[in-house]
C-alpha cells in the first residue's frame, strides 16, 4: 500500500524523467559513432536503421588516439602513485604530530583546498616554462600531483588517525621505528582508503583539460581531452569520427566503473563528504 | 600480546625498557629524517607548484610583462584597467550569472535525486550507477557529444524537432545571443549534477533513523518531514555542495571554451576566459594575473562567507564526536 502513494509514484516519475536526460545524449552519441560521415548525415539519428559500421573507430585511431590513450594511461598512473605514495607518507607524520613544522605544513596544504587552479594558471606556465618542461608529460605530472595533494592529505589524515594509537604504542615499544610502523602498519591497513584516492584522482587527472591545454602544444603529448579537440579540429564536419574518439577515451572509466561500481560509487560521493 | 596484527613485535616490553633512555635522542633524530621524508616531497611540490605561483600572480598582476622581455613595475595600472575595461565588466556580470544560475539550477535537483537514490530499494541503485554515468565523461568529451548533438543542422534534437513537429526544439541553440548562456548552464547541470546527488545521497544516509520515526509519532507527513527533519538535516552537505557548486562554476572554463568561446558576441564570456585570452593570447601577463587574482579570491571569499553564515565552522566538533 505504501507502494501506491502519489508522493512515491512522483519521485520514480522524476527520476526516471532525469535517467532519460542522462541516458539519450548517451544513446545518440554511441548510435553515432556506428555511423559513416554519409549515413549520418541521411539517417534519423534516434533510431538504430539505415547501416551501422564501425569505420569511425579505425579512421579516429589512425588520427593518433592511441597515442593519446596511452599518453592518459602514462599520465594517469604516474599521478596517482606519486600522490597516493606521498600523500600516505605526509599524512603519517601529520597524525604523529612529531614537530610544529609538520603541523604548520598540514595547515598550509588545507589553505590550497581553496585555491583553484584557474587563478595560478599563468605563473605556473611561466614556471613550467623556465623549467623546460614546456611541452613534456613530466610536466603534467608534476602540476596534476601537485594540485590532487590538498584533497589527498586531507583523506588520509582523516583516515589515519582512526588508526588505534595503541598499535602504534606497541610496535614502537617494542623495538619497531618509525619506518616500520609506516611500513607494516600504516601502508597495509591504509589499502582501502588508497583504493578511493586513487579512482578519485585518477578521475581528475584523465578528465583534465586546462593544464593539458596550457602546457603541452605537440600532439605526441597530447592526452585524451585535448586530443579530442585536436581531432574535433581534424574531422569538424566528420562527427561520427568525433563521438568515436569521445567514446573510446569513456571506455576505460567504464570498464573501470562496470568491475568495481561500488569502490567507484563510493569514492566520488565519499571523498568530499566525508 | 596486545597487538596480534604488529608483524615486528619480538621483543617483550620487559625488555625494551632499559634501552628506552639512551634511545630518546635517537627517536628524535629519528623523528626528524621520517618527518623529512614523509612531508619534504609533497610540500616541495606543493609549495612549488601551488604556493610559489599564487604568490607570483600577486605579484605579476603589478607588473608588465610579455612574457619575453623584462618585466616592468606596473603600479596599480593592470588593476586600473581591470576597473575601465568594459569587457571586463560584462565578463564580471556574465559570470556572476553562470554561478547564480548553476547554483539555482543543479542544488534543488540535486537534493531531489539524492533523496531518491539514497532510498535501499534494488531499482534506484539501479538508477543511482546509470545517473554517476556522466561524471565519468570529460569536460571535453561533453563539449564535443552536446555540440554535435544541438548542432542547429543535423543535431539530433533538430531531427526530434522535425518528426515530432515540435518547432521549439528547433533552435541555434549555441549561436543565439539570448540562449547560449542558458544552453551552457544547462549541459553544466548535466555534467555536475550527479556529483552532487552523491553527495546528497551520502548526507541523507546519515540522517539518523530515529528522527523519521519520531517524526512520524509527532504526526508529521512527509511535506512536514522533508522541511522540519531532513533539510536542516541535510545543512551541512548543502554548504558542501553550494561551496562546491559556487568556486566551481565561477572559475568554470572547459566547456564554455570548447563550445562557444564566449560567443556569441561577450555573452558567454567569463572572466577565466577573459584570463585565458589576456595570458595565452595577447600575452599581458600582468592583466591577466589581476583576472587570476581576482577569481582566486572571489572563491575564497565566497567559500569563507558560506561557512561564516551557516556556522559550518561548528561541523568539524560535531563530526568528531560522532565519528
Known sequence: MRRLRPGRLVAVLLGTVWLVIVLAPLYYMILASFRTQGTYLTSNPWVPSGGLSASSYSTVFHAGLGRYLVNSVTLTAACIVLTVTISLGAAFRIVRRSSRAVSASFVVMLFGLAIPIQAIIVPIYVLIYKMHLYDTLIALVLTLSAAAIPVSVLIMVSFVRDIPRELISAMLVDGGTEWTVFRQLIWPLSRPVLATLAIYNGLNVWNNFLLPLVLTQSSNVAVLPLGMTKLEGLYSINVPAVMAGVLVSVLPLLVLFVVMRRQVMSSLGGVVAR | MTAPAVQGARTTPAAAQPSRRGGGRDRRRGHRVADLAGVGPPMLLFCLFIIVPMIVA??????????????????????????????????????????????????????????????????????????????LMSTAGISLMWESLLDPNFGALTSLAKSWHVAFLQQNWLGDPGLALYVLVAIIAWQFIPFHTLLYQVGRRQIPQVLYEAATLDGAGPAATFWRVTLPQLRYTMVTSGILMVVGSLTYFDIIYIMTDGGPGFTTRVLSLDMYDAAFLQDQYGYASVLAVLLGVLGIAVAVSLVRFTGFATMASQQEGAA
Not at chain 2, 68 to 88: I, K, M, Y
Not at chain 2, 89 to 109: A, D, E, F, H, N
Not at chain 2, 116 to 128: N, S
Open chain 2, 58 to 135: 600577486m605579484v605579476l598582476s603589478f607588473v608588465r610583462w610579455n612574457g619575453l622581455g623584462t618585466p616592468h613595475w606596473a603600479g596599480g595600472s593592470n588593476w586600473a584597467q581591470f576597473f575601465r575595461d568594459p569587457v571586463a565588466r560584462t565578463s564580471l556580470v556574465v559570470t556572476l550569472k553562470v554561478v547564480g544560475l548553476s547554483y539555482v539550477v543543479q542544488t534543488p535537483i540535486s537534493i531531489a535525486l539524492g533523496l531518491f537514490i539514497a532510498g535501499r530499494q534494488r531499482y534506484r541503485a539501479v538508477y543511482a550507477s546509470l545517473f554517476v554515468l556522466p561524471l
